[in-house]
């Protein structure tokens, strides 16, 4: 599963598309035919204004432009990850902070996609395979906790 997820961020970063909203919302834009497209490219909200230094940090976390910045972050991440656990994994505190933080982490997934849905006002192009497997997702620990006790 593991090597899946990596072979597909590989995919997503060689195909990567310009997230600026003016290429996002173009489709949109070339369906309304006005005579002042740049008045409309400045009343995006975004021209003429910097953003501020944590909405430009936050909106670069992820935004590396090669495969490789990704692969050096998740390996040191397992890394501080495997020697915290190997330090810290006879105190069950730790055990239990880290599968709720885990699981806290796995359940905010939807969380863009819901937020994308909103802003458009639809679901259109949304899969239910996707929303299945959410639900499904989200319910396994719980029936699997349930069934232990």
Known sequence: MILAQLVLLEIVVRYRHDPSPLTLYSDIRDSFSTD??????EDDGYAGHERSAPRRCLSSVWAWGHYLDYINFLLGFTTLVAVL?????RFPAFVEILGFLSLGI?????VPQCLSNFRRKSTHGF?????????SEACS???????EE
Not at 106 to 110: A, I, N, R, V, Y
């Open 36 to 41: 002042d497209d740049d008045e409309l490219i």
């Open 85 to 89: 656990y190997l330090l810290l994994g």
């Open 106 to 110: 796995e359940s905010t997934l939807p």
């Open 127 to 135: 899969s239910l395979l996707v929303l299945g497997s959410w639900v």
């Open 141 to 147: 620990p719980s029936l699997l906790f349930v069934s």
